[in-house]
C-alpha cells in the first residue's frame, strides 16, 4: 500500500511539474507593456505578455487591448528577424507586417515598437502583390526605435489615413520604394526621423526611396539614399513630393547614386508639393558618367534648398536644377576655382568665383589675370557660356 502511495505521489508531481513546463503564456488584455520574441520561453519557464510572432501580436492589439489615447501601450522587440506567419488554426500566411487600426472601435494607435538596435530587431515583409513589406492604416501616434524594416521583395512602408509617427535610429534597407503614402486621411499627418537612415536601390524601374502626397515629413540628423545599378531603367527621385507631401531635411545627407537609364533626381516636387532642404549635403553621383540631376520642379512644386553643400560626379553634364513650370528658390556659390563650373542650372541660382581670368575671356586687362565674379545666366550661350561677368558687365567671353 505504502508503495502505491509513493508511485501515486512521484506521478503526480511529475504532472504537476509536466504541466508548469507546458504552461502557455498569460497575456494581460491591459497590459501597458508586451513583448515581441522569438521565443517566450526562458529556463524551461514561460514569460508573460509575450508573443512570437508580429500577426499574434497585430491581431491582439486589434482585436483586444486596442490602444488609443487614454490606454498607450509599449512593444519591446527582442533580436532577430520578425516576418510574416500564417494565421493560427488555418493554413492562410500573412507575408507581410501589417498594422490596421480601427477608429471606430476604439484603436487609434498610440503604440511604442522598441528594438534591440537596427542591427539586432528586424521587420521583414516580402512586398508582394500590391501590398508592401510594411503596410499602416488609419494610425496615429505610433513610434519606432532602434530596429530595422527590410523587404525580400519589394517596398518599405505603405502609411495610408494620415495620422503622426515618429522613428529614431531606424534602418530602412529596401527595393523600389521605402515610404509611400497612397490614402490620405481627412487632415494632413507628421512624421518625424531621427538618426535614422533609407537606403533603396530601385527596382521594377521604380526608384522612389521617399514618396510624400499626403503627409508632411521631417528629417533630423538622417540620411536618404537612392541606388540605381548599372544598366537599369528607373523613373522617380530619392526623395519625392507631390499633391499635399510636404519634405523638409535639416541636417542630413540627401544621396543619389545614379549608374541607370532616365531622369532621376535627387529631389523632386509637382503638383503642390513642397521639398525644404537646409544645412544638408546633397550627393549626385555616376561612377559610369551618366546625366546627373540634382533637385527637379514640376508645375506647382516648389523646392526651396539653402544653406547646403552639393557634390555633383559624372563625366556626363551636370543638371543642378531642371525646372519644367515650378518654383526652385536654391541659390549656391560655388568654390573658387580657375574655370567656372560647368553645371545646368537656373538664371540667377548660382555664382561663381573665377580666379585667374585672362585677357581673352576677360578683355578689360592688359596683361596678368584677375579674380571675378560669376552669374549663372541662360542667355549667355557659346563657348564661354552660361557665366555673366559682373565685372566687365557682359557674358563671359564676350569681347
Not at 513583448?35 to 520561453?41: D, I, N, P, V, W
Not at 508582394?128 to 492604416?137: C, E, M
Not at 509611400?180 to 537612415?197: A, L
Not at 544645412?279 to 527637379?296: A, C, F, R
Request: overall charge negative.
Amino acid at each position: 500500500m505504502n508503495r502505491i502511495k509513493i508511485f501515486s505521489g512521484v506521478i503526480f508531481s511529475f504532472l504537476v511539474l509536466g504541466h508548469i513546463q507546458i504552461a502557455s503564456a498569460v497575456v494581460d488584455p491591459t497590459a501597458e507593456k508586451v513583448a515581441l520574441k522569438k521565443s517566450c520561453s526562458v529556463n524551461g519557464g514561460v514569460v508573460d505578455n509575450c508573443f512570437t510572432t508580429f500577426l499574434e501580436l497585430a491581431q491582439w492589439l486589434k482585436n483586444t487591448r486596442k490602444p488609443n489615447a487614454g490606454a498607450p501601450i509599449q512593444v519591446d522587440i527582442g533580436a532577430g528577424i520578425f516576418a510574416g506567419s500564417t494565421i493560427p488554426g488555418t493554413d492562410i500566411y500573412v507575408p507581410d507586417i501589417n498594422i490596421y487600426c480601427k477608429p471606430s472601435d476604439g484603436y487609434t494607435g498610440y503604440i511604442s515598437f522598441k528594438g534591440q538596435g537596427a542591427n539586432q530587431s528586424v521587420l521583414q515583409g516580402t512586398g508582394s502583390g500590391s501590398t508592401s513589406a510594411v503596410n499602416i492604416s488609419n494610425c496615429t501616434e505610433l513610434s519606432f526605435s532602434d530596429l530595422k524594416v527590410t523587404t525580400s521583395f519589394y517596398g518599405g512602408v505603405y502609411w495610408k489615413g494620415g495620422g503622426n509617427s515618429r522613428w529614431t535610429n531606424v534602418d530602412f534597407i529596401t527595393n523600389g520604394r521605402a515610404w509611400d503614402e497612397p490614402v490620405c486621411g481627412d487632415t494632413r499627418g507628421n512624421h518625424y526621423w531621427f538618426s535614422s537612415r533609407i537606403s533603396t536601390t530601385s527596382a521594377f524601374t521604380v526608384a522612389v526611396p521617399y514618396k510624400a502626397a499626403c503627409d508632411e515629413t521631417w528629417f533630423f540628423g538622417s540620411e536618404v539614399k537612392l541606388i540605381v545599378p548599372d544598366g537599369e531603367l528607373a523613373g522617380g527621385a530619392a526623395v519625392t513630393a507631390t499633391g499635399n507631401g510636404i519634405i523638409h531635411l535639416y541636417g542630413s545627407n540627401l544621396r543619389n547614386f545614379f549608374d541607370g537609364e532616365g531622369v532621376v533626381p535627387a529631389a523632386e516636387a509637382s503638383n503642390g508639393g513642397e521639398i525644404h532642404i537646409h544645412g544638408t549635403g546633397i550627393d549626385s553621383i555616376s561612377e559610369t558618367g551618366k546625366d546627373i540631376y540634382v533637385l527637379k520642379a514640376e508645375s506647382g512644386g516648389l523646392i526651396h534648398a539653402d544653406v547646403s553643400a552639393y557634390v555633383m560626379q559624372t563625366t556626363g553634364n551636370k543638371t543642378r536644377i531642371l525646372n519644367n513650370g515650378g518654383i526652385v528658390k536654391a541659390p549656391y556659390q560655388w568654390g573658387q576655382s580657375n574655370q567656372p563650373p560647368q553645371v545646368i542650372s537656373e538664371d540667377g541660382a548660382d555664382m561663381a568665383v573665377e580666379t585667374n581670368c585672362e585677357q581673352s575671356v576677360c578683355h578689360d586687362i592688359d596683361t596678368g589675370t584677375e579674380t571675378h565674379l560669376l552669374i549663372y545666366n541662360e542667355s549667355c550661350t557659346g563657348t564661354h557660356g552660361p557665366w555673366f561677368d559682373v565685372v566687365t558687365r557682359k557674358c563671359r567671353g564676350q569681347l
